[in-house]
């Protein structure tokens, strides 16, 4: 059973910072591409930044970010461990929301990327329940 675990949400301050995982169980992660998502109240979920498969390799993906994170949150994957993982530095209230992470198999990823983004939703067929992160003063 495939199955995504996120976890490292919490309350921090304007300028802090949290290292959030997404635990993988149920399938080899090396073989999937992982993205991150983020939803907050009244709003549409939104693609945070995701990472490629190693596809069996040492490779550890390409990275990809969209722009209201870029040189503030770095993805990552640690295929031995299972997890992948979002560091958020310089957080701000805005970035308050429930964070998600979501797997894709490499094959369909590969076949997909022609014409949907790896920010879209619409790419991913499992996803996590979800942690909640609060940036507040």
């Known amino acids: 059973q495939v199955q995504l675990v996120e976890s490292g949400g919490g309350l921090v301050q304007p300028g802090g910072s949290l290292r959030l995982s997404c635990a993988a169980s149920?399938?080899?992660?090396?073989?999937?591409?992982i993205g991150w998502f983020r939803q907050a109240p009244g709003k549409e979920r939104e693609g945070v930044s995701y990472?490629?498969?190693?596809?069996?390799?040492?490779?550890?993906?390409?990275?990809y970010y969209a722009e209201f994170v870029k040189g503030r949150f770095t993805i990552s994957r640690d295929n031995a461990k299972k997890t992948v993982y979002l560091q958020m530095n310089s957080l701000k209230p805005e970035d308050t929301a429930v964070y998600y992470c979501?797997?894709?198999?490499?094959?369909?990823?590969?076949?997909?990327?022609?014409?949907?983004?790896?920010?879209?939703?619409?790419?991913?067929?499992?996803w996590g329940q979800g942690t909640q992160v609060t940036v507040s003063s």
């Open positions: 149920g399938f080899t992660l090396d073989y999937y591409a």
């Open positions: 979501a797997a894709v198999p490499h094959d369909k990823y590969i076949a997909t990327m022609s014409f949907l983004s790896g920010l879209s939703q619409k790419m991913y067929d499992y």
């Open positions: 990472i490629s498969s190693s596809d069996g390799t040492t490779y550890p993906g390409t990275k």
